[in-house]
């Protein structure tokens, strides 16, 4: 079983401009702890998590309007999967870089994601297979 078997898409992405208090209320909306921030052509810029929003907080009408937007605390991405990588890689992946959501690119573009909760439910499947 591969990553493009259990990643989550289609996916809700955010552009740089996006503001950390839509960005907050789309992560609750749809129960994910992580989001892409993506330029105009799809491909993957970084990472903004709901740690992340904890830590710098949803700033106030008082803050600079650039620390607000996505673009600016998204932790770039050092890490990606590709589509065609086996579920027990990902999962050791992302246990050693200790992410919980890995962005999944194909050629560059964002194609989906992939959380630990995937892989954890695929795997009694895959080692059964």
């Keep these: 079983m591969h990553t493009r078997d259990i990643m989550t898409t289609p996916l809700i992405a955010l552009a740089p401009s996006t503001s950390l208090a839509d960005a907050s209320q789309l992560m609750a909306r ?5 989001l892409p921030v993506v330029d105009d052509q799809g491909r993957l ?3 903004l998590s709901e740690e992340t929003l904890a830590y710098v907080g949803v700033p106030t009408d008082d803050d600079d309007a650039r620390l607000r937007t996505a673009a600016a605390v998204m932790r770039t991405p050092g890490v990606a999967a590709s589509a065609d ?5 990902v999962g050791h992946c992302m246990a050693e870089t200790r992410v919980r959501a890995l962005p999944v690119v194909d050629e560059g573009t964002l194609v989906g994601m992939v959380t630990f909760q995937d892989v954890l439910r695929a795997l009694p499947v895959a080692q059964l297979s």
């Design 30 to 34: 749809h129960g994910f702890s992580t």
């Design 45 to 47: 810029l970084g990472l």
């Design 85 to 89: 990588l086996d579920i027990a890689q």
